[in-house]
């Protein structure tokens, strides 16, 4: 079954405004990444956390291995932001096999 | 930094034809490369894992037969999809990274089939 449960799936914010994401894991998993999808396609990384928190400008992340979670926070969104924001974690086994949440479309609106 | 260079970025094959696909990594050697697809309203799915001095691991449902990949250093790979279909369509990711890192992606090739 899924292995990663990613929500919201759809999620408009206003300029300014913020929200967050989070992923839920079945297993204990032994770290996470974040990324954003472009308008290009690519996936641009933005965390990876085997524990604790991150912060990287209007972006600060969460990762609770034993509560099987993590969280991706973004405040002051800008219009920018919009994108589709996944989060992955290893695969049992391998660190660099991933296993990918089904994604969050965010669209910032002015 | 570490990039991951992917080409074509897109690619239109016939029905039943075969298209290869090459993944480059830049600033890093990377010890392992992984190869993803995204299908039409899905995520991303993992084809096989390719690490150096192992042989590549295939997930269920994906095939050397089908898929051959080849991996000769650590900062090249290339995978073919042999007699595409319909059902092959989307975008095929290549992640690059080292063990107990992060993994680095690509920007896809983009595989349509007629």
């Known amino acids: 079954g899924d292995q990663v449960e990613q929500s919201p799936s759809a999620l408009s914010l206003h300029e300014g405004t913020g929200s967050a994401l989070r992923c839920n894991f079945t297993t204990t998993m032994r770290a996470v990444q974040w990324f954003r999808k472009n308008s290009r396609g690519s996936l641009i990384n933005l965390f990876y956390l085997a524990s604790g928190t991150k912060e990287n400008g209007r972006l600060k992340s969460a990762f609770d291995s034993k509560e099987r979670y993590s969280t991706l926070h973004i405040r002051d969104a800008q219009l920018e932001d919009s994108g589709t924001y996944f989060c992955?974690?290893?695969?049992?086994?391998?660190?660099?096999?991933?296993?990918f949440g089904a994604g969050t479309r965010l669209a910032v609106c002015p | 930094g570490a990039l991951v260079y992917q080409y074509p970025r897109r690619t239109i094959c016939k029905s039943g034809t075969s298209m290869r696909m090459e993944c480059q990594a830049v600033?890093?050697?990377?010890?392992?490369v992984a190869w993803y697809r995204q299908s039409p309203q899905k995520t991303f799915e993992l084809i096989a894992l390719s690490t150096v001095n192992s042989a590549i691991k295939y997930e269920q449902n994906f095939t050397q037969e089908k898929f051959p990949i080849s991996h000769p250093n650590l900062s090249f790979s290339s995978m073919t999809v042999l007699n595409a279909y319909l059902e092959d369509r989307g975008l095929y990711l290549c992640?690059?990274?080292?063990?107990?890192?992060?993994?680095?992606f690509g920007p896809g090739t983009r595989l349509t089939v007629l």
């Open positions: 992640g690059a990274g080292t063990d107990y890192a992060e993994q680095f």
């Open positions: 600033g890093f050697q990377a010890t392992s």
């Open positions: 992955a974690a290893p695969l049992s086994g391998s660190f660099n096999k991933l296993t």
